[in-house]
């Protein structure tokens, strides 16, 4: 097996186990879509766009799949696969570190960033919250 094979087979168990990022109680949905923004906001989720840009288009994935099945399932699946998706790509290519002091090193900027991600991405987080508490009526 090729270097890089092993290190993708180590990004994507690692992936797994430090962003397993559960959404099937209402804390856990939280953590997953703040995790996401704070990830978008350090950048490891948006080569390409902002994080404004990035929780605008969440959002609408949102509203858009709780309005068509009355469920948010889907999108926290997308959305958790695109995490993993795109940290397991971080830690296997980009990171010069190995995967698992990566990861670590990733967890921590999302605890330290956390409050100013929710501050950029103030739309999703809010939407989000509103959703889920009209499941709960």
Not at 5 to 30: D, V, W
Not at 78 to 85: D, F, G, I, K, P
Request: hydrophobic letters at 40%; glycine letters at 4%; proline letters at 1%.
């Amino acid at each position: 097996m090729s270097q890089v094979a092993k290190r993708l087979n180590e990004s994507r168990a690692i992936t797994r186990e430090y962003f397993a990022l559960p959404h099937h109680t209402r804390s856990g949905a939280e953590a997953l879509v703040r995790t996401a923004a704070t990830l978008s906001y350090l950048g490891f989720l948006n080569k390409r766009v902002s994080c404004v840009e990035f929780a605008y288009n969440k959002t609408f994935q949102l509203v858009h799949e709780h309005s068509q099945t009355g469920s948010m399932d889907g999108f926290y699946d997308r959305l958790r696969s695109e995490v993993h998706m795109l940290i397991t790509d971080h830690l296997t290519y980009h990171a010069e570190e190995a995967p698992r002091v990566a990861a670590y090193e990733i967890l921590a900027q999302v605890e330290r960033h956390q409050w100013s991600a929710s501050f950029v991405a103030t739309q999703l987080i809010d939407a989000h919250s509103k959703l889920l508490s009209l499941g709960n009526e």
